[in-house]
T-cell receptor, first 111, second 114 residues
Framework: QKEVEQNSGPLSVPEGAIASLNCTYS??????FFWYRQYSGKSPELIMS????GDKEDGRFTAQLNKASQYVSLLIRDSQPSDSATYLC???????????FGPGTRLSVLP | DAGVTQSPTHLIKTRGQQVTLRCSPK?????VSWYQQALGQGPQFIFQ???????QRGNFPDRFSGHQFPNYSSELNVNALLLGDSALYLC?????????????FGPGTRLTVT
């Protein structure tokens, strides 16, 4: 099993809908998670972090963590065309210092 | 408040040559991490510098080396370039002193090896 797995997409949703991005991970990473957004040709931009089981909300974004299932997700409510980007799931490594990035999920929000 | 800066933006080199990439961290940050991102993939961790020493290293050969200066800026050096080294090289800074895990990325350097 790879350390971090994500559906590469593209995931297409209509404008105004909820986009759900999923990530599974192995025991070889820590259980502190970050979500980054990367527009084409640009560098990753930090969206939010989650460390504890449950939900964490920040504006239109909600991160969900289920440690028992080794699963973390990012929900984007009221999706906008400007949300079209690749979303990277990034747990910290077991040393707790650097990220083990997933391959990313490409999201396309259709007007 | 200046963010993370990297230079150069783009670079074209020939196989076998050597390259140096530069990074200045965000103001107040003391730690620099380097990542390599191939097209269509997530970034891969190369190494991290703190207090002018390499603290952690990913699965990259010794051709990849680095340095951190007293002002916290950093360099990434790659020797004997291979075609497979073509990628976006990202620098990320963070604050170990503030015990923050958040890393902020610079704009990257696009390296093309021909």
């Amino acid at each position: 099993q790879k350390e971090v797995e994500q559906n590469s997409g593209p995931l297409s949703v209509p404008e105004g809908a909820i986009a759900s991005l999923n990530c599974t991970y192995s025991d070889r990473v820590s259980q502190s998670f970050f979500w980054y957004r990367q527009y084409s040709g640009k560098s990753p931009e930090l969206i939010m972090s989650i460390y504890s089981n449950g939900d964490k909300e920040d504006g239109r974004f909600t991160a969900q963590l289920n440690k028992a299932s080794q699963y973390v997700s990012l929900l984007i409510r009221d999706s906008q065309p400007s949300d079209s980007a690749t979303y990277l799931c990034a747990p910290l490594d077991n040393y707790g210092q650097n990220f083990v990035f997933g391959p990313g999920t490409r999201l396309s929000v259709l007007p | 408040d200046a963010g993370v800066t990297q230079s150069p933006t783009h670079l074209i080199k020939t196989r076998g040559q050597q390259v140096t990439l530069r990074c200045s961290p965000k103001s107040g940050h003391d730690t620099v991490s380097w990542y390599q991102q191939a097209l269509g993939q997530g970034p891969q961790f190369i190494f991290q510098y703190y207090e002018e020493e390499e603290r952690q290293r990913g699965n990259f050969p010794d051709r990849f080396s680095g340095h951190q200066f007293p002002n916290y800026s950093s360099e990434l050096n790659v020797n004997a370039l291979l075609l497979g080294d073509s990628a976006l090289y990202l620098c990320a800074s963070s604050s170990r002193l503030a015990r923050s895990y958040e890393q902020y990325f610079g704009p990257g350097t696009r390296l093309t090896v021909t």
